[in-house]
């Protein structure tokens, strides 16, 4: 009777090793690429070339000077409709090259901006001024996924 319980129980681990070492060896046909910071914004009626112009000189002068320094990978604009009153109509999106990259480098990307765009005072007048123009409705943060197994 020992001897039973002690076969079974060597079965028992014997099978959950095995279960273990097939889980591990599971192949995904994608994996994890580059993690973009997405903001949805709506530029307020008659305002959109005031807008473009704040996203064309100082919003891309941040970019140009973050993916200078190696802290983004690269940044985009998108443009679509509204369709409703609550929609977003501008998307600006940042590339990181990792969620890591993006949260390690958070007090080394604040003090450039601090010499590009100037002092903490000056960037909250940029955001009093912006809201006279724009609403921001949502941040997000994505992870991109390559539809290719992993290397």
Request: zero cysteines; aromatic letters at 6%; glycine letters at 4%.
């Amino acid at each position: 009777m020992k001897r039973n319980r002690i076969l079974a129980s060597l079965v028992i681990v014997l099978l959950l090793t095995l279960s273990i070492v097939v889980v591990a060896q599971v192949s995904r046909p994608f994996h994890n690429g580059s993690v973009w910071s997405i903001g949805l914004i709506q530029m307020k009626p008659g305002m959109e070339n005031a807008y473009l112009n704040y996203v064309a000189g100082d919003w891309k002068r941040e970019q140009e000077a973050l993916k200078k320094d190696g802290q983004i990978i690269s940044y985009k604009v998108l443009t679509t409709e509204s369709h409703s009153s609550t929609d977003w109509n501008i998307m600006l999106m940042t590339e990181y090259k990792d969620m890591a990259t993006m949260e390690a480098n958070q007090a080394k990307a604040d003090n450039l901006l601090q010499t590009v765009i100037g002092t903490d005072e000056k960037q909250m007048q940029g955001y009093r001024d912006r809201l006279q123009i724009r609403e921001v409705l949502q941040n997000r943060i994505a992870r991109e996924i390559i539809l290719e197994p992993k290397r």
